[in-house]
């Protein structure tokens, strides 16, 4: 379903993973604002986004050792 021309170099994967991991830290902190009427940063959200960025640099790194 996916190819692993995506993951092919080391500063697209970072980016990407940078981008995927910024795109869940912006969810959360919504979130936080409407659940806690205030804007608030938080280790909560900044560990949401340390988890996405690893998940994706694991799966980029998963997919690169799959054969085509």
Known sequence: MFGNLAFSSWPLI????????????????????????????????????????IGYVAVAVYLRHQPE
Not at 44 to 52: E, N, S
């Open 14 to 53: 970072i980016v990407g993973a940078s981008i995927f991991a910024g795109m869940f830290m912006l969810v959360m902190l919504m979130a936080n604002m409407v659940l806690e009427e205030m804007l608030r940063p938080s280790t909560d959200i900044a560990g949401l986004g340390l988890v996405a960025f």
